[in-house]
C-alpha cells in the first residue's frame, strides 16, 4: 500500500478554518504563524498534535520567526512530531527531508544570501530521499510573481536535480498554487492560504508507492 500524504503549507494562523483529509502521513511546509509569535506557533502545535494522522512531519517557514530567534521551543510545540530543522526522517520506508531555507528577503525568518550560504545547506540533503520539503521554491518551478518575477532558489533547483526525490514540496507563491512533474519529480507548491493570507486553496492529497511516481490523489 502506498502511503498517502497530505499536504499543508502557509496556513497563517488559520488552520482551524480547514478542512483537512485524512491520510498516514500529514506535512506541513512552514509559515503556521502570521506574526511569528510563540503563542501563534503554540496554538498551531497543539491542533497539528490533535489531528488524526499517524506520522505528522514539519518545518518552518519565513513567517515562524519565534522557532528561529528560539529553537528551545521545538520540543514543547511539536511533542511527538517530526519537526525538520537540516534533518530527516524515515516513515514507512520512505525517507523525509526538511529545510527551511529560502533566498534572503528583507527580515523574514530562516532566510540566507544567494550562492554559498543556500548551497550548504541544500548540499545536506541525501542522494536518496523520496520526500523533500522546502518552504521556497526552487528556481523556475512555480516561483514566479505577479510583476513577472522568477524569485526561487537557483541552489535549490541544482540541489532537486541533484537528489531526484520523488516528490518536492514546497510553497511560497500562493498564486502559483498546483504541481508539475520534471523527471522523476513531482513538485507541488501546495499554499493553503491565497492572496492576502485567505484558506482558499485545497489541501493537496499525494500517494506515494513503495516504488515509482509519486501519484496526485486529490485535484489541486
Request: hydrophobic share 40%.
Amino acid at each position: 500500500m502506498p502511503l498517502r500524504l497530505v499536504l499543508l503549507s502557509d496556513t497563517h494562523g488559520l488552520h482551524r478554518e480547514m478542512s483537512i483529509p485524512d491520510g498516514d502521513v500529514l506535512v506541513h511546509a512552514g509559515d503556521f504563524c502570521s506574526a511569528g509569535e510563540a503563542v501563534e506557533a503554540r496554538s498551531f502545535g497543539e491542533f497539528f498534535r490533535d489531528l488524526p494522522h499517524r506520522h505528522k512531519v514539519v518545518i518552518a517557514g519565513n513567517h515562524d520567526r519565534c522557532l528561529e530567534a528560539d529553537p528551545g521551543l521545538t520540543p514543547e510545540i511539536f511533542a511527538d512530531c517530526h519537526y525538520l530543522l537540516d534533518s530527516g526522517v524515515e516513515i514507512g520506508g520512505m525517507t523525509f527531508w526538511g529545510s527551511p531555507w529560502q533566498p534572503w528577503f528583507f527580515d523574514m525568518a530562516f532566510t540566507l544570501e544567494r550562492g554559498a550560504e543556500l548551497r550548504e545547506k541544500w548540499d545536506l540533503i541525501p542522494a536518496h530521499v523520496d520526500v523533500l520539503i522546502a518552504h521556497g521554491p526552487p528556481h523556475g518551478v512555480f516561483d514566479r510573481t505577479e510583476t513577472g518575477e522568477n524569485v526561487g532558489c537557483g541552489e535549490l533547483r541544482d540541489a532537486t536535480q541533484r537528489t531526484c526525490p520523488r516528490l518536492h514540496v514546497f510553497r511560497p507563491i500562493h498564486h502559483g498554487h498546483g504541481w508539475r512533474r520534471l523527471g522523476s519529480t513531482l513538485h507541488v507548491n501546495a499554499p493553503n492560504c491565497a492572496g492576502r493570507h485567505e484558506p482558499l486553496n485545497p489541501v493537496p492529497v499525494v500517494d506515494l508507492p513503495a516504488g515509482g511516481d509519486a501519484i496526485i490523489a486529490t485535484q489541486v
